[in-house]
């Protein structure tokens, strides 16, 4: 089979290795749709200190059944299924403190490797992880679940419902979905902030208000969005401290900030302390999904309250994966859908 591999870092090569074989618990699936996800594009520019080169891509993926291990019960071959690429452990602190979103070894064990024509899928993630994808719905978009599922825990953190106000601080697929869950949550107005054109048009088209911040300082323009108040919820998905900060000063008394983006590790952030204290300010952070998270994004795609078809703006067969990173990177794409055929 052919699969993709970044060499080194900015070097992809798309190589021919045997199919895998499933062990115990292990599902094989035939991919038939991949996305493309900042992580990768992190990984193809600057490399992972903890993935030696050479280094798999892709980890949102949909596809099909092709071989199953001893031992699994709940899937046969050729059955359509959608997964995310993560499973807690159940039994560390976190896990059984409904925390699995922090379990070590849920994002420490992640499936890398869906830029290819089949990927085998262990264990413990079949086991949590790997559910029949809905009737009709469409592999590329059932491959967005890892990312939905990643925003509905974000939004399960605040009070979307009671929002009046909502200002998403960036434009990418994340902030996409959050506007997508806004919509879901009640009549609140949701203001997208960006540089990108593409984007800011597909903000526009899910519903969303928009202002390019490509044209100069946005607080000003936010600021009078929200009749000078400030928004009931602001949601940072950039990933970078001043957007941070920002995101805490556009907040309205008693709103709530969800800083979603994570940003390089040693960094820090400012916060007036006066505002934090005296207008009540609850900041939170989110990080990845627990199992529940993933049912309900599961349940979102399969009865189409969420669209995802406007994020998927471009495909790209597997020997062009590296202009469908190329695209990423660039912003001209949001996601690219890698399809092996």
């Given at each position: 089979?052919?699969?993709?591999?970044?060499?080194?870092?900015?070097?992809?090569?798309?190589?021919?290795?045997?199919?895998?074989?499933?062990?115990?618990?292990?599902?094989?699936?035939?991919?038939?749709?991949?996305?493309?996800?900042?992580?990768?594009?992190?990984?193809?520019?600057?490399?992972?200190?903890?993935?030696?080169?050479?280094?798999?891509?892709?980890?949102?993926?949909?596809?099909?059944?092709?071989?199953?291990?001893?031992?699994?019960?709940?899937?046969?071959?050729?059955?359509?299924?959608?997964?995310?690429?993560?499973?807690?452990?159940?039994?560390?602190?976190?896990?059984?403190?409904?925390?699995?979103?922090?379990?070590?070894?849920?994002?420490?064990?992640?499936?890398?490797?869906?830029?290819?024509?089949?990927?085998?899928?262990?264990?413990?993630?079949?086991?949590?992880?790997?559910?029949?994808?809905?009737?009709?719905?469409?592999?590329?978009?059932?491959?967005?679940?890892?990312?939905?599922?990643?925003?509905?825990?974000?939004?399960?953190?605040?009070?979307?419902?009671?929002?009046?106000?909502?200002?998403?601080?960036?434009?990418?697929?994340?902030?996409?979905?959050?506007?997508?869950?806004?919509?879901?949550?009640?009549?609140?107005?949701?203001?997208?902030?960006?540089?990108?054109?593409?984007?800011?048009?597909?903000?526009?088209?899910?519903?969303?208000?928009?202002?390019?911040?490509?044209?100069?300082?946005?607080?000003?323009?936010?600021?009078?969005?929200?009749?000078?108040?400030?928004?009931?919820?602001?949601?940072?998905?950039?990933?970078?401290?001043?957007?941070?900060?920002?995101?805490?000063?556009?907040?309205?008394?008693?709103?709530?900030?969800?800083?979603?983006?994570?940003?390089?590790?040693?960094?820090?952030?400012?916060?007036?302390?006066?505002?934090?204290?005296?207008?009540?300010?609850?900041?939170?952070?989110?990080?990845?999904?627990g199992r529940a998270d993933v049912r309900?994004?599961?349940?979102?795609?399969?009865?189409?309250?969420?669209?995802?078809?406007?994020?998927?703006?471009?495909?790209?067969?597997?020997?062009?994966?590296?202009?469908?990173?190329?695209?990423?990177?660039?912003?001209?794409?949001?996601?690219?859908?890698?399809?092996?055929?």
């Amino acid at each position: 089979m052919r699969v993709v591999e970044v060499v080194r870092p900015g070097e992809l090569a798309v190589r021919e290795v045997p199919v895998p074989v499933p062990g115990p618990g292990e599902v094989v699936v035939r991919v038939e749709a991949a996305l493309t996800c900042g992580t990768d594009v992190k990984l193809y520019q600057r490399g992972h200190p903890k993935i030696p080169f050479p280094a798999p891509l892709g980890h949102e993926f949909a596809g099909v059944v092709a071989a199953v291990g001893a031992g699994v019960a709940s899937f046969r071959e050729g059955d359509a299924v959608a997964g995310v690429p993560t499973a807690p452990c159940g039994r560390c602190r976190a896990c059984v403190r409904g925390r699995e979103n922090l379990c070590p070894e849920a994002a420490g064990r992640i499936v890398l490797g869906a830029f290819a024509e089949y990927v085998r899928v262990p264990a413990h993630v079949v086991a949590a992880s790997l559910f029949p994808r809905p009737a009709g719905l469409a592999p590329a978009v059932a491959a967005a679940l890892e990312p939905l599922a990643c925003v509905v825990h974000g939004a399960g953190r605040v009070a979307l419902e009671r929002a009046e106000r909502v200002v998403v601080l960036g434009d990418g697929p994340i902030a996409l979905l959050f506007v997508e869950l806004v919509r879901l949550s009640g009549p609140a107005r949701v203001l997208v902030v960006g540089k990108h054109a593409r984007r800011l048009a597909a903000a526009r088209a899910l519903g969303a208000e928009v202002v390019d911040a490509g044209a100069g300082p946005p607080e000003a323009q936010v600021r009078e969005w929200t009749g000078g108040v400030g928004a009931d919820v602001v949601v940072e998905a950039v990933g970078r401290p001043e957007v941070w900060e920002s995101a805490v000063a556009l907040a309205a008394p008693g709103g709530e900030v969800l800083l979603f983006g994570g940003c390089a590790a040693g960094t820090q952030a400012c916060f007036d302390t006066y505002r934090l204290h005296y207008d009540e300010l609850e900041v939170k952070g989110a990080f990845h999904y627990g199992r529940a998270d993933v049912r309900r994004a599961l349940a979102l795609l399969g009865a189409r309250r969420v669209r995802v078809e406007p994020l998927l703006t471009h495909r790209r067969p597997l020997a062009r994966a590296e202009e469908a990173l190329a695209l990423a990177a660039s912003r001209e794409a949001i996601k690219v859908v890698l399809e092996p055929a």
